[in-house]
RNA sequence: GCGGGAAUAGCUCAGCGGUAGAGCGCCAGCCUUCCAAGCUGGGGGUCGCGGGUUCGAAUCCCGUUUCCCGCUCCA
């Protein structure tokens, strides 16, 4: 598919608006609509009651985005977060200035009548003598001067600016995290191992944002610093390790459960040139976007480094008391990161689907029913008749109070069935005249309606009273054919 | 920041010097008892913005903003 085709869907049924667009729009910065709200509280619902409210080894946590300052000194984002860059100004590559020297580069030698060659790192050429001062890699353009990149959001704490504090807004959730370790331990006394959930905005000045909302400068993190002891052994393994390979599996079938195919997703392990300052070891579950496999979700082991760091900076002792050891110990951490808005994208990616019915095209976003922003529609055969108006809208409105349920009589059926396929809606209930009866004629309705699917567009003829209960399971566990068996099947 | 592309109706796009168009969607009515049916009607655009050329600019020129795609970078 293409992600223009996502991109117009978004915008035309209200998933995904570009931000102050009335203004020209602003770059990288995307709102969510009435249903892209639903949906990605759909998601971080599920993300959070399976990683905190089913598992007894973790607990949540909403820190603040604004945080003191030395907390970025402490997590080294200061000093990493913040790269001095230059462009060529021929060939336009932009390089670290840092790192130039480094680096070998292309040298067209005076000496050997302008022979082409490459020079090793940070040495004179043989020939000539010459040293670097053009472009490493085209070895012809000139270099601009270097730039800062800040890739942290500066702000300032305080109405006026001059005497504010200066301070960021967090580039990552995960330090709110650090910083409560002790607090967290002390208040819900918990054991090794144990993790702490998060979810919540981050903010960094990405140099190349775009692909829609595959990357942008504000954006919504899901994290877990699940914290173990690094002096016991699982397996016969260091107990950090063997809970790196769990989260990655764990949060691998998160993925798989909610829908996404198995073959649109993998583990991508980063080399040891690839690694944050902090990591030990860290693997990406990549999803095959449209654009190419890119990245979901980052689990790292950033060891005890950020607890370490934050315990010198802070001169607070941040360590687990270890019983059997009677030894106090810095605990490693295993964090399984993944982005909010990234996995939304994956979703609705993997869900969209267009296919032929009877000649005409059908678009459908087969999202998982855990995740689809409205659960059931509820339309009325014919809208001239009040009775059955009457009747769909009561039905509606018992429904509304349980799941999210819309209501629309505003075209024909067909019509109002695709409408509710293009955004995921997965089952639709039609009142009919069967269900209320003609009462010119003498005859009283059965008080059944027709439940129609989504995905496969089967019908089944439901009692009304009966729906509350078809629901409970339609929405819950059950798959359709389970729950369509015990009804006759209704032809479309 | 550089290079390239683009900006016209809600969406997709045509128009490329002579008073703003199509398809789809949307709204209303008629019709219709189950998968984008039909008919009638309707709303909606100062053609991104600013300047210039011209009798006349969506159209040509200059500037500007924004978006998209590449490149550099991604904790």
């Given at each position: 598919?293409?992600?223009?085709?996502?991109?117009?869907?978004?915008?035309?049924?209200?998933?995904?608006?570009?931000?102050?667009?009335?203004y020209?729009?602003?770059?990288?910065?995307?709102?969510?609509?009435?249903?892209?709200?639903?949906?990605?509280?759909?998601?971080?619902?599920?993300?959070?009651?399976?990683?905190?409210?089913?598992?007894?080894?973790?607990?949540?946590?909403?820190?603040?985005?604004?945080?003191?300052a030395?907390?970025?000194?402490a997590?080294?984002?200061?000093?990493?977060?913040?790269?001095p860059?230059?462009?060529?100004?021929?060939?336009?590559?932009?390089?670290?200035?840092?790192k130039?020297?480094?680096?070998?580069?292309?040298?067209?030698?005076?000496a050997t009548?302008?022979?082409?060659?490459?020079?090793?790192?940070?040495?004179?050429?043989?020939?000539?003598?010459a040293r670097?001062?053009?472009?490493?890699?085209?070895?012809?353009?000139?270099l601009?001067?270097?730039?800062?990149?800040?890739?942290?959001?500066?702000?300032?704490?305080?109405?006026v600016?001059?005497?504010a504090?200066v301070?960021?807004?967090?580039?990552?959730?995960?330090?709110?995290?650090?910083?409560?370790?002790d607090?967290?331990?002390?208040s819900?006394r918990?054991?090794?191992?144990f993790?702490?959930?998060?979810?919540?905005?981050?903010?960094?000045?990405?140099?190349?944002?775009?692909n829609?909302?595959?990357?942008?400068?504000?954006?919504?993190?899901?994290?877990?610093?699940?914290?173990?002891?690094?002096h016991?052994?699982?397996?016969?393994?260091?107990?950090?390790?063997?809970w790196?390979?769990?989260?990655?599996?764990?949060?691998?079938?998160?993925?798989?459960?909610?829908?996404?195919r198995?073959?649109?997703?993998r583990?991508r392990?980063?080399?040891?040139?690839?690694?944050?300052?902090?990591?030990?070891?860290?693997?990406?579950?990549?999803?095959?976007?449209?654009?190419?496999?890119?990245?979901?979700?980052?689990?790292?082991?950033?060891?005890d480094f950020?607890?370490?760091?934050h315990?010198?900076?802070?001169?607070?002792s941040?360590?687990?008391?270890?019983?059997?050891?009677?030894?106090h110990?810095?605990?490693?951490?295993?964090?399984?990161?993944?982005?909010?808005?990234?996995?939304?994208?994956?979703?609705?990616v993997?869900a969209?689907?267009?296919?032929?019915?009877?000649?005409?095209?059908?678009?459908?976003?087969?999202?998982?029913?855990?995740?689809?922003?409205?659960?059931?529609?509820?339309?009325?055969?014919?809208?001239?008749?009040?009775?059955?108006?009457?009747?769909?809208?009561?039905?509606h409105?018992?429904?509304?109070?349980?799941?999210?349920t819309?209501?629309?009589?505003?075209?024909?059926?067909?019509?109002?069935?695709?409408?509710?396929?293009?955004?995921?809606?997965?089952y639709?209930?039609?009142?009919?005249?069967?269900?209320?009866?003609?009462?010119?004629?003498?005859?009283?309705?059965?008080?059944?309606?027709?439940?129609?699917?989504?995905?496969?567009?089967?019908?089944?003829?439901?009692?009304?009273e009966?729906?509350?209960?078809?629901?409970?399971?339609?929405?819950?566990?059950?798959?359709?054919?389970?729950?369509?068996?015990?009804?006759?099947?209704?032809?479309?």
């Amino acid at each position: 598919m293409n992600m223009d085709v996502l991109v117009s869907l978004c915008k035309r049924r209200g998933f995904i608006f570009q931000s102050s667009e009335i203004y020209g729009g602003t770059g990288s910065c995307w709102d969510y609509g009435p249903l892209g709200v639903e949906l990605k509280n759909n998601i971080k619902r599920a993300w959070w009651r399976d990683n905190v409210q089913l598992r007894p080894d973790m607990v949540g946590l909403d820190a603040s985005i604004l945080m003191h300052a030395t907390v970025w000194r402490a997590s080294g984002h200061l000093d990493h977060f913040t790269d001095p860059m230059v462009d060529c100004k021929a060939c336009q590559r932009r390089f670290r200035a840092d790192k130039l020297d480094e680096q070998s580069w292309i040298h067209y030698c005076p000496a050997t009548k302008g022979n082409k060659f490459e020079v090793p790192g940070g040495e004179p050429c043989k020939h000539c003598g010459a040293r670097r001062t053009l472009c490493p890699e085209c070895g012809k353009g000139e270099l601009t001067a270097p730039r800062q990149f800040n890739l942290m959001f500066k702000t300032f704490m305080g109405p006026v600016e001059d005497e504010a504090a200066v301070t960021y807004l967090r580039p990552e959730t995960a330090q709110g995290i650090f910083v409560n370790f002790d607090n967290v331990l002390q208040s819900m006394r918990l054991k090794l191992p144990f993790g702490i959930a998060q979810i919540g905005k981050a903010f960094r000045n990405e140099i190349t944002p775009g692909n829609f909302i595959f990357r942008t400068r504000e954006f919504e993190q899901m994290e877990i610093e699940y914290f173990v002891n690094p002096h016991e052994t699982i397996d016969g393994r260091p107990a950090d390790e063997a809970w790196h390979d769990r989260w990655m599996e764990e949060r691998l079938a998160w993925y798989r459960r909610y829908g996404i195919r198995a073959d649109n997703l993998r583990l991508r392990e980063h080399d040891k040139s690839e690694l944050a300052h902090y990591a030990k070891r860290t693997a990406d579950i990549e999803y095959r976007f449209p654009m190419g496999w890119s990245e979901l979700e980052g689990i790292a082991n950033r060891t005890d480094f950020d607890l370490r760091q934050h315990a010198q900076f802070s001169g607070k002792s941040l360590t687990y008391y270890d019983e059997d050891r009677r030894t106090h110990v810095v605990p490693y951490v295993i964090e399984p990161s993944a982005g909010a808005d990234r996995s939304l994208l994956a979703f609705l990616v993997d869900a969209y689907q267009e296919e032929e019915v009877r000649g005409e095209k059908r678009v459908v976003l087969r999202l998982h029913r855990a995740l689809a922003p409205t659960k059931i529609a509820v339309l009325p055969l014919l809208k001239k008749r009040t009775d059955i108006v009457a009747t769909a809208r009561e039905l509606h409105d018992r429904l509304a109070r349980r799941w999210v349920t819309v209501y629309d009589d505003t075209a024909a059926i067909g019509r109002l069935y695709r409408r509710q396929d293009e955004v995921g809606t997965p089952y639709c209930v039609t009142v009919d005249v069967q269900t209320v009866g003609d009462s010119d004629k003498g005859e009283a309705g059965d008080r059944c309606v027709t439940i129609r699917e989504r995905d496969s567009m089967e019908q089944i003829r439901v009692p009304i009273e009966d729906l509350s209960q078809v629901f409970d399971r339609l929405l819950g566990e059950a798959a359709w054919d389970e729950v369509a068996r015990a009804y006759p099947r209704a032809k479309s």
